[in-house]
């Protein structure tokens, strides 16, 4: 099968990596894959194979006129030749913003049009999706002929308004464990500093700053880069809760070494569409405790069993959950397994074969 994805670019975001692991996917399936992409100027830093067509059509123009004139009419122009050529069988869009430019390039298409989502279809009262956005995923997306979802509650919350919605979960970046990992006294989060209000990283801190005297041997671990400004911020809020000496901020980094040698993971999201760091995590034998943004970690995690649920923006319940994985070590460890056994089900392999689903039918 001839198959075009289109994605905004192919380096850092969640998305962006996890139309990296389909294009591998769709390779080793043997698929045709050719990869459209909407900024020439950043780098493909994801590994892509080698027969993967890379085909960039933005501009490299500074001036802001030049560049908007160049998207309004030579994008088009250059999208349609490159699908005029591949003549694909199917159109992946990553994120529903391409869907309009498909549609007006090609009104009479011969191809399917599939939109996946990547965040969730409803937002919490202080965080509104735009009109913009909220127009892309009600409005753009009728023109596709399958949707696919993060989760089943994104599934429940869009209802009747959009036809032909599929829960597609994202694939997991490392191979599960086989053999548990030494782990270290810490708790993990990860995610960007400059998202620090979604990721309720000061819930985090202030939950961590009612326990941090009960285990002075733990310690929590922040690990994700961002502007110093916001970094300082955090910092700030450690030392007026005076918990500076036990936590840590590490930066951006590869956060595969910190997930094989923490024994706990922390998601604090205000609000979350899936979570890729949380399947993440469990692949690597962390015992979890995430914030359930209405039924969406659910997906991922029975309560107890895989994990630890509390209800987002909650200090007292997350210092709960926390207190209960650092107090009852063999509670933790039998999470810790269980975690990795559930994993398993995000795994590239399991992900391509409800791709293959979707694509015969």
């Known amino acids: 099968m001839r198959i075009v994805i289109c994605v905004n670019r192919l380096t850092g975001g969640g998305a962006e990596r996890v139309a990296s692991l389909w294009i591998k996917g769709f390779v080793e ?6 990869v459209v992409m909407s900024s020439s100027i950043d780098p493909v830093t994801y590994e892509i194979p080698a027969n993967v067509g890379i085909h960039k059509i ?27 050529t591949i003549n694909p069988n199917v159109v992946i869009t990553v994120m529903p913003e391409w869907i309009p430019l498909i549609d007006k390039i090609c009104p009479h298409r011969t191809f399917k049009l599939i939109s996946t989502e990547h965040s969730a279809f409803e937002h919490p009262t202080d965080a509104l999706i735009s009109s913009d956005l909220y127009m892309h995923k009600f409005e753009s997306n009728k023109k596709a002929d399958v949707v696919t979802v993060l989760t089943n509650s ?22 599960p464990v086989e053999v548990m990992p030494s782990k270290d006294p810490f708790v993990l989060a990860v995610g960007r500093l400059d998202g620090w209000y979604v990721k309720g990283f000061d819930i985090l801190i202030n939950a961590w700053a009612k326990i941090a005297n009960d285990f002075p041997t733990w310690k929590l671990v922040i690990a994700g880069g961002g502007r110093l400004e916001n970094k300082e911020r955090l910092e700030i809020l450690c030392e007026e809760l005076n918990v500076s000496s036990s936590v840590e901020f590490v930066g951006f980094v590869d956060p595969l070494s910190y997930y094989l040698k923490a024994s706990i ?3 604090s999201s205000r609000y979350e569409g899936f979570g890729m760091v949380l399947t993440e995590a469990m692949s690597q034998g962390c015992a979890c405790v995430a914030c359930d943004w209405r039924g969406r970690q659910a997906d991922i995690i029975s309560n107890d069993k895989e994990g630890i649920l509390c209800r987002p923006n909650d200090i007292n319940d997350l210092a709960y959950a926390i207190s209960r994985l650092i107090k009852d070590s063999n509670f ?13 089900e995000y795994e590239l392999d399991v992900i391509m074969n409800q791709w293959n689903t979707i694509l015969n039918n």
């Open 332 to 344: 933790r460890k039998l999470i810790q397994h269980q975690a990795i056994i559930k994993s398993k």
């Open 29 to 34: 399936q043997g698929h045709s894959v050719d």
């Open 58 to 84: 933005d501009s490299r123009f500074s001036n802001r006129f030049i560049r908007i004139i160049h998207n309004l009419f030579f994008k088009s122009i250059c999208l349609k030749k490159i699908l005029t």
């Open 265 to 267: 993971f922390v998601l």
């Open 154 to 175: 994104d599934k429940i919350c869009i209802g009747s308004r959009l036809d032909n919605v599929v829960v597609l979960p994202n694939p997991l970046t490392y191979k």
